[in-house]
């Protein structure tokens, strides 16, 4: 029990001294507002587009040119990083474990952040879908090496990526110090997976390349969103205390 205490006291140091000043990382925030906003539009566009055109000639080609050569290594792969994607309870049972580690070491407001911002955005996934309606690609026009149920636009795998992969990626960059080899390697394993998941739902011929764009446009969009929010939030020092076992607040 000592020494459980110690690592959530030695977390708990480290957030406060890897944290940036909060005005500091808003006024980055409000710079970015501009280019989300482009996003928005660019989304919007792209989804009227697919709604009124579900089969794009540029789709057809994009996806035939990542499937020209294949191997055993870049099947292994591509199904590899979609696996998650395709095991719902393994997926969230990975957010709730995550969401319990936060927990743990008392960062009360990040674990309820990081599930929010996963299930708002399967919620935001699944309503675009019924609304735009698109089919997803088929044979012969490309070799569907993974098929799954359900509409196309825009990807559910991508946009569920970036909600727990990137809220990882973004919380490791405020919180933690850039001293530590696993906030690093968090870094590169988070960035990783929102990266290949895109061309990997292409390459496995499951989705068009306009179904990925768009969810990185409206994912990365939400995902930016909820992260101001939670900036706010933070500033406000809201859920930094919470009752003890004995009504007693305890400090986070």
């Not at 055109?53 to 099947?75: G, K, M, S, Y």
């Not at 199904?79 to 008392?106: D, E, M, P, Q």
């Not at 990925?212 to 706010?232: D, E, M, N, T």
Request: hydrophobic residues 50%; glycine residues 6%.
């Amino acid at each position: 029990m000592n020494n459980i205490n110690e690592t959530v006291k030695e977390v708990q140091q480290e957030v406060q001294t890897a944290r940036r000043p909060w005005y500091y990382t808003l006024h980055q925030a409000r710079f970015l507002l501009s280019i989300y906003l482009i996003a928005l539009a660019l989304f919007g566009s792209l989804a009227f587009l697919v709604h009124v055109h579900p089969l794009l000639a540029v789709d057809v080609t994009i996806t035939r040119e990542f499937q020209e050569n294949q191997t055993p290594w870049l099947n292994a792969l591509m199904l590899a990083v979609s696996y998650l994607g395709n095991t719902l309870w393994l997926f969230v049972g990975l957010i709730a474990l995550t969401a319990a580690a936060f927990w743990t070491f008392r960062l009360y407001l990040e674990a309820v952040t990081l599930v929010f911002i996963c299930l708002s955005s399967s919620l935001l996934n699944f309503s675009m879908k019924l609304l735009i309606d698109r089919p997803r690609p088929a044979q012969p026009l490309v070799i569907v090496l993974q098929h799954a149920n359900g509409n196309s636009f825009p990807s559910g795998h991508v946009m569920s990526y970036i909600a727990y992969w990137g809220t990882l990626f973004t919380l490791s960059l405020i919180l933690f110090s850039s001293k530590r080899w696993w906030r690093n390697a968090l870094l590169c394993l988070s960035g990783l997976f929102v990266i290949l998941v895109g061309p990997s739902r292409i390459y496995l011929g499951d989705h068009w390349a306009s179904d990925v764009l768009g969810a990185y446009l409206l994912g990365g969009l939400w995902l930016w969103i909820c992260i101001f929010v939670y900036i706010k939030l933070k500033e406000r020092n809201v859920l930094e205390t919470l009752p003890g076992k004995n009504g007693v607040k305890e400090n986070a």
